[in-house]
C-alpha cells in the first residue's frame, strides 16, 4: 500500500507541476489570465495533496495517529496488559484513570 501511494503521489506531482506550468504560461497573456491563475491555484492544491500521499501517515495526519494510538493504549491498559517495569498498583491506577478519560472523551466502547 505504501508503494502505491508513493507512486500516486509522484505522479501527482508530475501532473502538477505541468498544469503549474501551463498556468504560468497562460497567465503571460493579459487575455488568458482569467483561465491561467485557477490553474495556478489547482496546481498548488495538487502539489498538496501530492505531499500527503508522499509523507508517511503520521506525519500528514499527526492528530489521527495520536487519537488512534491513545485509544490503543487505553484498551491495552484495561486490558490489564503487563507492562514492563509497572508494578500492579500502578496497573490499577492507570486502569482508574484510563476509565476516568474515556468517560470522560466519550470514548467508551
Known amino acids: 500500500m505504501r508503494i502505491l501511494r508513493g507512486i500516486g503521489g509522484a505522479v501527482l506531482w ?9 498556468g ?6 493579459v487575455v488568458l489570465l482569467p483561465v491561467g491563475i485557477p490553474l495556478l491555484l489547482l496546481a498548488g492544491s495538487m ?4 505531499m500527503a500521499l508522499l509523507l508517511p501517515r503520521k506525519v500528514s495526519h499527526p492528530v489521527e495517529q495520536a487519537g488512534k494510538t491513545a485509544r490503543r493504549e487505553i484498551r491495552r491498559v484495561r486490558k ?12 490499577r491506577k492507570g486502569k482508574r484513570k484510563a476509565r476516568r478519560v474515556t468517560k470522560r472523551l466519550g470514548l467508551s466502547s
Not at 490489564?80 to 509497572?86: E, F, L, Q, R
Open 47 to 50: 502539489f498538496r495533496r501530492s
Open 14 to 22: 508530475l501532473l502538477a507541476a505541468l498544469v503549474g506550468l501551463l
Open 24 to 29: 504560468a504560461l497562460l497567465s503571460i497573456t
Open 80 to 91: 490489564g496488559k503487563d507492562i514492563p517495569g509497572v508494578s500492579r498498583r500502578q496497573v
